[in-house]
């Protein structure tokens, strides 16, 4: 059975990386290969909890200290809209608006980044500061 590997196609902002692609290819010997292709793993069910349980929650309780009640999805959809969102641009009047993307599927690598631009967020306009997860559960234990 052949070894298995993995070629990131997508990069962060969206656009093919034609360059792994055509790397990989050069690299084929002559012969029969059988490609598939699948789609990155969504993130773990743990780091769910960490998200919805911890993370949310603390800067929820940093919005509480500076005056505002937010509801745990009002705190999710804010750091969407500022941390994981698609610009669109009106051709015609060259205006840009930001749409929310939805965190449910984002990769593994791009959920970990959007956890540390809102850890940084936290810790630098809430003053709350959000422990990463091995951090976080050894606190608890």
Known sequence: MPTPFTI?????DGKYNGTAIRKFYDSLKPGRYELSAKRMNKRSNQANRYYWGY?????????RDIGHDLSKEEVHEFFKS????????NEQTGEIISLPRSTANLPKYEFSE???????FCAEWLNVVILDPNQQTALWE
Request: no cysteine; net charge positive.
């Open 55 to 63: 993370l949310i929650v603390e800067a929820q309780r940093g919005f």
């Open 82 to 89: 500022r941390f994981n969102y698609q610009e669109i641009v």
């Open 8 to 12: 990131l196609i997508k990069s962060e």
């Open 114 to 120: 959007y956890i540390g631009k809102i850890q940084q």
